[in-house]
């Protein structure tokens, strides 16, 4: 919403309208795949390698990977944790194969913090992968724009550089009018972070 109301403006013969969408495991990838039909856009965290083959993607920004705990949980009053925090501990986390910065991640943990039981969850969190890990007590890899995605969960920070990109995803046919909202966004954020 907010992006709209940052380039508005150079747009008055378009109007926003929101549309519902299946945001679920098992219809997202339909879902991306009518960027251009069913509606122009989607904002969302993104490095799947699935999701990238039926889109385009302008990068706005990272957010940082993060833990989150049932509100019963042993970590669940720490305000950040160290790795070896999760030793002893099963780690819920998207499968091997579809994100470069999970691959890697998993690949760290599995090299050198082998104390760290790992579960695989489905590509795509949805509210079932949520609660398993409010039900379960496993931590769940999550991520900080997801803080209050579940209220029997507490999120943490931990203390690493992994974190993931977010943006907009858009038709890899984009129509012109779609391009040149692109371009303007790609320019705003070039210029902001230019003077920043």
């Not at 008055?12 to 495991?25: C, S």
């Not at 390698?49 to 957010?63: E, K, T, V």
């Not at 991520?143 to 999120?155: A, F, I, K, R, T």
Request: aromatic share 10%.
């Amino acid at each position: 919403m907010d992006l709209w109301y940052l380039v508005n403006k150079d747009f008055p013969e378009y109007k926003l309208h929101l549309v519902p969408f299946e945001d679920n495991h098992e219809g997202i990838l339909g879902e991306i795949g009518q960027l251009g039909e069913k509606f122009d856009f989607l904002i969302g965290v993104c490095d799947s390698r699935a999701w990238l083959s039926l889109c385009q993607m302008l990068p706005l920004g990272r957010y940082k990977k993060m833990i989150a705990v049932s509100r019963e949980h042993r970590l669940a009053g720490k305000a950040q944790l160290e790795i070896e925090d999760l030793y002893g501990e099963t780690l819920m986390m998207v499968r091997r194969g579809d994100s470069g910065v999970n691959d890697f991640l998993r690949n760290d943990l599995e090299q050198h913090h082998p104390k760290i039981h790992i579960e695989d969850t489905p590509p795509y969190y949805d509210l079932s992968v949520f609660n398993r890990a409010a039900e379960t007590g496993n931590v769940l890899l999550t991520l900080e724009c997801w803080q209050d995605v579940h209220p029997g969960l507490v999120s943490i920070p931990v203390h690493w550089d992994y974190s993931i990109p977010y943006g907009l995803l858009y038709s890899l046919e984009a129509p012109e009018d779609v391009l040149r909202f692109v371009e303007t966004v790609k320019n705003l954020y070039l210029g902001n972070s230019l003077d920043s």
